[in-house]
């Protein structure tokens, strides 16, 4: 069975018309491919254009040795914490990280507070402080936080006028320290604060966690969360606990090493093999030459969050729910991009690659660029925006088309969309999101 995978594609006849099509997000489909080989043919060609794993997906960090749970909120997280932990048992053997919007500007007496749900002992970070299992640790309210070789490193909060956003901040260290051993959990508060963080732990290999909309006080930071695309529960905040609490009871948590579970499948072979099969023939992608420690981490995550202790058992979920093989695929690929992600290319693009591509055309002749291996789409449209800018200051206006391919079917439907949380943007400079950007509810399209 062969999955379905269209690539997308925007276009205009002229700049004027590109600009709009850039800015409303609109793509369409260029003709689909008939034959299976030729998907297939797709699929290779992809797959040849992903890129490696990045620093997350290396050798592990050398973190605290267990499972390290982030948890962001804003307005109305403490009541929803407040029930997490009411419901969370003490001996889970997990650290608990609190990161909430304070006031900087006073004192917090937060610790204290949280002390009246739940027997753990509670205390605000202080810089150096190591982390410990079973014990909750709170952000103070004047200061960034993040982690650094198991432990808690403060910083002055930055007085700059630009959105603050801690919580992405410590998300971002969390998994940089602990790799596939962080857990994110995001709950009640307004804004998208904690989005892109939980991202980066789900690209690792750990596990994302949201508050569902419906006992949220405030949706807005769970909405963003959950807008991105990368979560594996969404729970009202009892429900977070219990699965915490069978996330610290699974074999492969238990000895410290989340996603990990080489020494099952060296010891099965075979279920290996059979996984690598299944897989060929959902999706039309050989991952056998795929990195094995990238391939073990990433079935052991799929096999807690499945309630799964052994390999064989993951292999009949796999032969009974064809849905498992599609989420193990997306697992497998990691979805690292965002807005001009890189500078230096952009630039090149500018003052090198679309001077000769205009020079050896006919003005009138449309140009077409591919972007494969688009991911969620932020470089074709950062590639679109910077041909619209370039076309601008030649005052030359030839019929444009922009196609990006991937071989997840999941990140070309986000990238269709073209819908993305604020926390995505924040490095486009604010001309550009005046220029090519609509402001939303969610975010920015």
Not at 43 to 63: D, F, L, N, V
Not at 336 to 347: L, N, S
Not at 399 to 427: K, L
Request: net charge neutral; proline share 6%; with cysteine.
């Amino acid at each position: 069975m062969a999955r379905k995978r269209a690539p997308a594609a925007s276009g205009g006849s002229g700049a004027s018309k590109t600009k709009r099509a850039v800015k409303k997000k609109k793509a369409t489909s260029p003709q689909k491919k008939s034959a299976t080989a030729r998907k297939a043919s797709s699929r290779k060609t992809e797959a040849q254009s992903r890129e490696e794993p990045r620093a997350s997906e290396s050798p592990r960090s050398q973190g605290a040795g267990f499972p390290v749970v982030g948890i962001g909120a804003s307005a109305g997280g403490l009541e929803a914490f407040t029930e997490l932990l009411e419901h969370l048992p003490i001996d889970t053997g997990m650290a608990f990280v609190f990161a909430q919007h304070l006031d900087p500007r006073h004192k917090s007496n937060l610790a204290q507070i949280l002390s009246r749900s739940t027997p753990m002992p509670i205390q605000e970070a202080t810089d150096g402080m190591r982390l410990e299992p079973n014990q909750i640790y709170v952000m103070p309210p004047d200061r960034d936080m993040a982690v650094f070789h198991g432990a808690l490193s403060l910083m002055p909060r930055p007085e700059s006028k630009a959105r603050h956003l801690a919580i992405d901040f410590f998300l971002h260290s969390l998994v940089e320290d602990q790799d596939g051993n962080a857990i994110g959990v995001i709950l009640s508060g307004t804004a998208s604060d904690g989005a892109r963080g939980l991202q980066a732990i789900r690209a690792a290999g750990g596990i994302a966690i949201v508050q569902n909309l419906e006992s949220a006080r405030h949706d807005g930071m769970p909405r963003s969360a959950i807008a991105a695309g990368d979560v594996d529960f969404v729970l009202a905040p009892k429900d977070i606990a219990a699965e915490l609490a069978r996330i610290g009871r699974h074999p492969h948590v238990d000895r410290g090493r989340l996603p990990e579970a080489g020494e099952d499948m060296a010891k099965a072979p075979d279920a290996l093999q059979k996984i690598f099969v299944f897989l060929r023939c959902a999706c039309v992608v050989v991952f056998a030459n795929y990195h094995r420690s990238t391939v073990q981490r990433r079935i052991s995550r799929r096999m807690v969050l499945n309630q799964i202790e052994n390999l064989e058992h993951y292999v009949r979920l796999l032969q009974q729910n064809p849905t498992e093989a599609d989420a193990l695929f997306e697992d497998l690929w990691i979805n690292v991009t965002e807005f001009f992600r890189d500078e230096g290319a952009f630039d090149a693009l500018k003052k090198t690659v679309f001077p000769r591509l205009l020079k050896s055309k006919p003005a009138n002749d449309p140009i077409r660029v591919w972007i494969p291996a688009g991911s969620t789409g932020e470089e074709a449209y950062s590639v679109a925006i910077c041909l619209l800018e370039y076309l601008g200051e030649k005052d030359v206006h030839p019929p444009i088309q922009i196609f990006a391919t991937d071989v997840s079917d999941m990140a070309i439907e986000r990238a269709r969309a073209g819908s993305y949380p604020e926390n995505a943007v924040a490095e486009v400079s604010p001309e550009r999101l005046r220029r090519f950007f609509d402001k939303s509810d969610s975010g920015y399209e």
